[in-house]
């Protein structure tokens, strides 16, 4: 199946396939789905396309839009010319510079963040069905232009200070936000649906949402072997996240760090070491009448052994699938890593 293609820490894009056929090797019979920690969507996606009623969730509710612009926006309903017009201040609107002014020399060159500012307003003037895909558009082109595609550090001096060795990535990160949003307008308009499947999108912590499936797809965040302070998903992404609350960011920033984190999405659930086994327990017990699916990595805290121990106190059968080696798009170094499915029966 054609994907969209996505920049995002941890997407399963490149084993999405293989744990589809992973259920169907086992004879996992499903009509509905649950994807409790969907990122980009692209699981969701996949099992749309595949006919089956979804409920993605997500607790950034940047995350949310890109879901909704996949899987709840028709083909067609936002185009280039849309897009394009985002990039333009109108003459009778008044704009806010948040970006502009509080984040000079962090993530974006001053021209670029005087852009974000003016799309950010520009959308909240279009009408619902239109939003997710501006923001979807937005959202991938900020993405594109990050070093490592993520916002955890200030690093906007990678981008400047370039040398002759990383030639590629200047290129990507200098492409023009006119030409990325024609760019992920036709990407977008690839993929949509003409005729939308059944999908509702909600936006809370895995743990606290109450709705049920057939069979619950678990794919949290990951924590390495080793015991290093680990960078949470909040971290990776926030500046995307608070600019879902614009106005309210500068009463959001946390002033003690140099990247001046906005603190919107903030959640301890699942992003904390010494929580995780209990959070997972939590979770697996409120589910424990679906078929459960659980996505994790062999070189991971916890071990895949403990992850199936905690599996057995709620399920009957747990199956153990290899998806093979699959290194994070994001993260090449971890060449002995291997994506593993354990299914509970
Ligand atoms: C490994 S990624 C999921 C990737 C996704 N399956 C995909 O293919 O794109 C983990 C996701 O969990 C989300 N997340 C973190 N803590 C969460 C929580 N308590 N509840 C729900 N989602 C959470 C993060 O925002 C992130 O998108």
């Known amino acids: 199946m054609k994907l969209p293609v996505t920049r995002y820490y941890g997407s399963k ?54 879901a909704k612009a996949l899987l709840q926006s028709p083909k067609g309903v936002f185009s280039e010319a849309q897009a394009l ?8 609107r008044e704009y806010q510079t948040i970006i502009e002014d509080y984040f000079d020399d962090i993530y974006y060159p ?41 916002f955890h550090r ?9 040398t002759e060795a990383n030639f590629g990535n200047k290129t990507t990160w200098e492409q ?23 999908v509702e999108v909600t936006n809370m912590s895995a743990l606290h949402c109450n709705r049920d499936a057939d069979l619950v797809y678990i794919d949290t965040p990951y924590f390495s072997e080793k015991r ?10 926030h500046f995307l996240e608070g600019l879902m609350h614009y106005e309210n960011i500068p009463n959001q920033i946390n002033q003690v760090k140099v990247n001046k984190e906005i603190r919107f999405g903030e959640n301890p659930e699942f992003e904390k070491r010494n929580h995780y086994l209990e959070d997972l327990n939590t979770l697996l017990n409120r589910h424990q009448q679906s078929i459960i699916a659980l996505s994790y990595t062999s070189a991971g805290f916890p071990s895949i052994e403990e ?27 971890n060449t002995d890593r291997q994506e593993v499915l354990i299914i509970g029966l």
């Not at 290093?228 to 992404?237: K, V």
Request: charged share 20%.
């Open 13 to 66: 894009r490149r084993v999405v396939e293989k744990i589809w056929d992973a259920l169907a090797e086992h004879h996992i019979e499903f009509n509905t789905m649950l994807d409790l920690f969907g990122g980009t969507g692209i699981v969701s996606y996949y099992m749309a396309k595949s006919g089956k009623t979804v409920v993605y969730n997500d607790i950034l509710s940047f995350n949310c839009e890109i």
């Open 85 to 92: 017009r985002l990039l333009q201040r109108e003459p009778n």
């Open 176 to 198: 023009s936000f006119e030409s990325l949003f024609v760019k992920f307008t036709r990407e977008l308009n690839e993929f949509q649906f003409v005729e939308l499947p059944h």
């Open 228 to 237: 290093s302070a680990a960078i949470t998903y909040h971290n990776r992404y």
């Open 154 to 162: 200030k690093n906007l001096n990678l981008r400047t200070g370039f």
């Open 307 to 333: 992850l199936c121990n905690v599996m057995r106190q709620y399920k009957n059968h747990v199956l153990i699938c290899n998806l093979g080696n699959h290194s994070f798009a994001l993260n090449r170094n």
């Open 110 to 150: 001053r021209d670029e963040n005087r852009i974000i500012d003016t799309v950010v307003q520009n959308i909240t003037y279009l009408d619902e069905a239109e939003k997710s895909s501006a923001y979807y558009v937005l959202f991938q082109s900020c993405i594109i232009k990050r070093p490592f595609n993520i």
